[in-house]
């Protein structure tokens, strides 16, 4: 009795892990679960957690690269998506089609015909409708999103405004902002010191000469202190 209850506890256990590894696979291969490949050159995180050469990443996955830092993503017939250095953004992706959340920074993003693109920013969205091989540049400056085609046709949609960015083309959304120099801050450059203080310096021995000379005062000679009478 005891070798066939524990006969039949094995079978269970088998078939309940069976059962767990076909439904792994299953979720594996839904489109929403798609898989690609990372490269990364510097310091990249994916989630959160620092990233290797190699590794693979999942749809949803938000990946952030450091100062100084890049990263590819190689999403096999999808195309493929280069990051430059101090970008943050969030990919998911389906059979296909991509779609991003671009945080900050610049990405550079390659797809085949029959593959459509959806990169949001703060200020709007790239679209591609996937009816050309597309290639274009998406970056955050100065407070706003600047698209440039380098084949194809991407559109910029920012509120009620489309434009189409065709190859060779650019496109800006957001509202423009000043860029501001490092040394345009309210602090001053280093020449602009340096005028200062000789312009100071030259006023200063000015006065002590204009004394000098009223008063008879000699500054490298003797001088001579005079007693008062007893």
Do not use: C, Y
């Amino acid at each position: 009795m005891i070798n066939k209850t524990w006969s039949r506890k094995f079978l269970a256990m088998s078939v309940a892990a069976a059962v767990l590894s076909v439904s792994s696979m299953l979720t594996l291969a839904s489109p929403g679960a798609r898989a690609a490949e990372l490269a990364v050159s510097g310091d990249v995180t994916v989630n959160g957690q620092k990233a290797i050469s190699g590794g693979t990443i999942f749809s949803d996955s938000v990946i952030v690269t450091a100062k100084d830092s890049s990263a590819t993503v190689s999403l096999g017939k999808l195309g493929r998506i280069e990051l430059m250095a101090s970008t943050s953004i969030k990919l998911t992706f389906t059979d296909k089609s991509i779609a991003g959340l671009l945080d900050s920074g610049r990405a550079r993003v390659s797809t085949p015909a029959g593959i459509s693109v959806n990169l949001t920013t703060k200020d709007g969205s790239v679209v591609v409708d996937g009816s050309q091989a597309t290639s274009f540049t998406a970056s955050m400056e100065n407070g706003n999103t600047m698209v440039s085609t380098e084949t194809g046709l991407a559109e910029l949609r920012s509120g009620t405004t489309v434009t189409k960015i065709a190859a060779g083309e650019n496109g800006v959304a957001g509202t423009p902002q000043m860029k501001k120099d490092d040394d345009d801050d309210g602090k001053l450059s280093g020449g602009a010191l340096a005028a200062i203080l000789l312009a100071t310096g030259g006023a200063v021995a000015a006065i002590l000469w204009s004394i000098h000379n009223k008063d008879d005062l000699s500054f490298g000679g003797t001088v001579i202190v005079v007693s008062p009478t007893k």
